[in-house]
């Protein structure tokens, strides 16, 4: 993961732009007119719609984005416009056709009901001059661009001539060409590195049912014959995604909750995206895109994920290396402040943990049980030595570190020099504080940055220095 966050990829997409129009209001009136609602409208909102929902997500994940297309001369066209700048997105190959309607989509809702959409748009294909537009504009920068996306949403943007004109511009600058398409011929993306349908989708451009892994694979094989693809990929919702290059592999999804899949499409094209230009496997690729995808569905309607996000999720999971559950000081801030704008509750505790035994994970576990997050602070080699003598640690803090992390009841541990943990828990401030129960009575350091302080028995007979005792025979 920290690969990607210092990786910044070039990456143009093309395709069909739009706006998603939202109206928000009341509905308490019928019209004395005609039998039809009367909204009040409250308030207007508008984001980018089609393409422009990729744009968001690579955005979201720190690419540096191009878009081009086709759009109107009108007022609709100057507001996608001004939308694009105000994300620091560039548009200047963006062609303008005045015989074009830029696509705007409206959709009138109260209490949280979409009670009716209407649209401005062309539909019609664009023209071979406008085409040629395109690619004359791209003809000079290709080369400079990471990854190539076509965004098709079946508006008349991405006709056959033009879609396989930046392809074969694209594949001759060894730049690669991936597609989210649309209808049932995906023979008009022939020759792009892979192409990311549904099932359905899918199904409908192989006119193969895919019921089993024998019918998945022949979908596969067959989208990679018939569009000349570098990968076949297809996105089994639920299931994951399913790869073939010489043979099929199938990746699981990680979604813990599901509550919305819109845009969700749009996600898994740019996380490939995105974890390709930094030089990803297909199995790295695919993983990461499953992580992406798992956490925009557990948002409502359509949504971005960040980097931080998908760390975060996949920490959750535990299906991250120990080494991206220790953190410093400077990341554990801005992970506390994130969780705690999203409403979790934070747990704290500390120790040496020199030689994990049942006592300590038994701890940790309790000690999780009292919030979402659990932050362990762990003492450095010298701290330890300064508390418990000379001859201790018997673990160095990077393997004790290590080896906590590991712990299912444990999401991050941050080690510290100083004798307590003081600045920690104050930098923290965490929701729980837990110390063992040999604290009852006594002060304990940073209660006051906490907003509870809760204290838990250890199991007795177990310790690191009965254990050190035993292995010694004494």
Same mark, same amino acid.
Request: one cysteine or more; hydrophobic letters at 40%.
């Given at each position: 993961m920290q690969i990607l966050k210092n990786f910044i990829p070039k990456i143009l997409v093309v395709g069909d732009l739009m706006i998603d129009h939202y109206l928000w209001g009341s509905c308490e009136r019928i019209s004395p007119e005609a039998p039809v609602q009367i909204v009040d409208i409250a308030k207007e909102t508008t984001v980018l719609g089609g393409a422009g929902n990729v744009i968001n997500n690579l955005k979201a994940l720190g690419a540096d984005v191009s878009v081009s297309s086709i759009i109107g001369d009108d007022e609709n066209g100057q507001e996608l416009i001004n939308m694009l700048n105000e994300i620091n997105v560039d548009s200047s190959n963006i062609i303008i056709d005045s015989n074009r309607k830029t696509s705007k989509k409206s959709r009138v809702i109260a209490a949280s009901q979409q009670i009716l959409r209407y649209d401005k748009e062309t539909k019609e294909e664009i023209t071979t001059i406008s085409s040629n537009k395109i690619i004359e504009s791209l003809s000079g920068t290709i080369s400079s661009y990471d990854i190539v996306i076509l965004s098709d949403y079946g508006k008349g943007v991405l006709t056959e001539e033009l879609c396989q004109k930046i392809i074969a511009l694209s594949n001759k600058n060894g730049v690669k060409v991936l597609v989210d398409p649309k209808g049932r011929d995906f023979t008009k993306y022939r020759g792009s590195y892979l192409l990311t349908p549904n099932k359905k989708e899918a199904i409908l451009a192989t006119g193969i049912e895919i019921k089993d892994d024998e019918t998945l694979k022949e979908a596969l094989l067959k989208l990679k014959t018939d569009c000349n693809l570098g990968l076949s990929l297809i996105t089994l919702s639920e299931d994951g995604i399913a790869t073939y290059d010489t043979e099929v592999k199938k990746f699981p999804t990680v979604a813990k909750e599901v509550f919305d899949v819109t845009g969700a499409g749009d996600t898994v094209i740019a996380s490939i995206a995105f974890a390709l230009s930094a030089g990803k496997t297909i199995e790295? @690729?695919?993983?990461?895109?499953?992580?992406?995808?798992?956490?925009?569905?557990? +948002?409502?309607?359509?949504? %971005?994920? @960040?980097?931080? *996000?998908? *760390? =975060?999720? =996949?920490? !959750?999971?535990?299906? !991250? @290396? #120990?080494?991206?559950?220790? +953190? #410093?000081? =400077?990341?554990? /801030?801005?992970l506390v402040k994130r969780y705690k704008q999203n409403?979790?509750?934070?747990?704290? @505790?500390?120790?040496?943990? /020199?030689?994990?035994? $049942?006592?300590?994970? +038994?701890?940790?576990?309790?000690?999780?049980?009292?919030?979402? $997050?659990?932050? $362990?602070?762990?003492? !450095? /080699? =010298?701290?330890? !030595?300064?508390? +418990?003598?000379? %001859?201790?640690?018997?673990?160095?803090?990077?393997d004790r570190a290590y080896i906590l992390a590991a712990l299912e009841a444990v999401d991050f541990v941050v080690p510290f020099s100083e004798d307590t943990p003081y600045d920690l828990i104050k930098m923290i401030a965490p929701n729980v504080l837990v110390k063992g129960g040999d604290y009852k009575g006594k002060d304990v350091v940073g209660t006051e940055f906490a907003n509870e302080l809760k204290l838990v028995d250890f199991v007795d007979g177990k310790s690191t220095t009965k254990t050190i005792q035993k292995i010694q025979g004494d």
């Open positions: 790295e @690729t695919a993983a990461f895109s499953n992580l992406a995808a798992g956490v925009v569905v557990g +948002k409502i309607g359509s949504a %971005t994920v @960040t980097l931080d *996000e998908i *760390e =975060e999720y =996949e920490a !959750s999971l535990h299906k !991250s @290396t #120990s080494d991206a559950h220790i +953190k #410093s000081f =400077e990341e554990i /801030d801005a409403g979790k509750k934070v747990v704290f @505790t500390n120790g040496c943990f /020199d030689i994990l035994h $049942v006592g300590h994970v +038994k701890y940790l576990q309790i000690a999780k049980s009292f919030g979402d $997050v659990l932050i $362990v602070g762990l003492n !450095s /080699d =010298e701290s330890v !030595s300064r508390l +418990k003598g000379p %001859t201790r640690p018997v673990n160095i803090a990077e």
